[in-house]
């Protein structure tokens, strides 16, 4: 049984920093597990060799295997409620085209030509989206995963 104890830190610069180490090696360790653990690795395996390979002690190990675990699992029950929501995206866009198309709607801010050339772009990217996801639930894959902060995110979407 784990143990963990909450504390309020205020670090000098010189603790700050090994603090900012210690959680940048976690990321990594993470990470690592991860890649490991799609690549088809045992989890045994890994909690054996990452202590040496990161050198931190057997708990940040077995920590970061399991949320490396936690992260695949979540993202193989969530792909069902995603593929689900991307045709109710894609559904909802082609109401709104029909919509224009007859004339029971019209645009606020820009012509109807416009318009419908900009949802037609989006209900292909959500086709696309939906294809993607309903090729990783048949090939009993995840969708990529990005780890890091904002920045990554953003290169990722771009």
Same mark, same amino acid.
């Given at each position: 049984?784990?143990?963990?104890?909450?504390?309020?830190?205020?670090?000098?610069?010189?603790?700050?920093?090994?603090?900012?180490?210690?959680?940048?090696? +976690?990321?990594?360790? $993470? %990470? @690592? &597990?991860?890649?490991?653990? *799609?690549?088809? !690795? /045992?989890?045994?395996?890994?909690?054996?060799?990452?202590?040496?390979? +990161?050198?931190?002690? $057997? %708990? @940040? &190990?077995?920590?970061?295997? *399991?949320?490396? !675990? /936690?992260?695949?699992?979540?993202?193989?029950?969530?792909?069902?409620?995603?593929?689900?929501?991307?045709?109710?995206?894609?559904?909802?866009?082609?109401?709104?085209?029909?919509?224009?198309?007859?004339?029971?709607?019209?645009?606020?801010?820009?012509?109807?030509?416009?318009?419908?050339?900009?949802?037609?772009?989006?209900?292909?990217?959500?086709?696309?989206?939906?294809?993607?996801?309903?090729?990783?639930?048949?090939?009993?894959?995840?969708?990529?995963?990005?780890?890091?902060?904002?920045?990554?995110?953003?290169?990722?979407?771009?």
């Amino acid at each position: 049984m784990k143990t963990v104890r909450m504390i309020k830190l205020h670090p000098n610069t010189e603790e700050k920093k090994h603090l900012d180490d210690l959680m940048r090696v +976690f990321s990594s360790m $993470k %990470r @690592y &597990a991860f890649n490991r653990l *799609l690549e088809g !690795q /045992s989890v045994g395996y890994l909690n054996k060799t990452m202590p040496a390979k +990161f050198k931190v002690n $057997k %708990r @940040y &190990a077995e920590d970061a295997v *399991l949320l490396a !675990q /936690s992260i695949i699992t979540s993202q193989q029950e969530l792909l069902p409620q995603r593929i689900e929501d991307t045709e109710a995206k894609i559904q909802k866009t082609e109401r709104k085209i029909h919509d224009y198309q007859t004339g029971r709607k019209t645009p606020k801010v820009v012509d109807l030509e416009t318009c419908l050339k900009g949802l037609g772009k989006r209900a292909e990217k959500l086709q696309a989206k939906l294809y993607d996801l309903q090729q990783h639930q048949e090939n009993s894959t995840i969708p990529t995963v990005i780890f890091g902060g904002r920045k990554n995110f953003i290169e990722r979407r771009k």
